[in-house]
């Protein structure tokens, strides 16, 4: 008798799993028909919907100067002492910039302002050599 009852719970909890499995994977192609069809409207009305319809090349003259500028900006290391302070603070609401400064100090006390303008002249025509412009 509870061999009985046994394999009845059993055989419903199958049908109960077969069911949901079935709406499970009936819901499933549902929503993808329903996201191909977005996708064709998509299409139709001019969006691209897939990488491959996008161009990802870049252009000649801007790969020179993108190179131009990391060549420059490699060459001008003027100090390895780490970043320029360029805006020094004086107050807790106040800074000392750097541009109006006469002297350009580093950590060593060094001024960099001479260094700095000498090797922002030099490259300044390497530059524009590799951007494609009269120096």
């Not at 077969?18 to 192609?29: C, F, K, N, P, R």
């Amino acid at each position: 008798m509870k061999r009985r009852w046994f394999l009845k719970i059993l055989l419903a909890a199958a049908v109960l799993a077969l069911i949901v499995a079935g709406l499970v994977v009936g819901t499933d192609q549902g929503i993808q028909k329903r996201l191909e069809q977005t996708r064709r409207e998509l299409r139709a009305h001019g969006f691209k919907t897939e990488l491959s319809d996008f161009d990802f090349t870049v252009p000649a003259d801007m790969a020179s100067r993108a190179a131009a500028i990391v060549a420059v900006s490699d060459s001008t290391q003027v100090t390895r002492q780490g970043p320029l302070e360029l805006m020094v603070p004086v107050t807790t609401n106040a800074a000392r910039v750097a541009w109006r400064q006469t002297k350009l100090l580093t950590q060593n006390e060094e001024d960099l302002w001479p260094k700095l303008s000498l090797a922002l002249a030099m490259q300044q025509s390497a530059f524009r050599q590799r951007a494609g412009e009269p120096a």
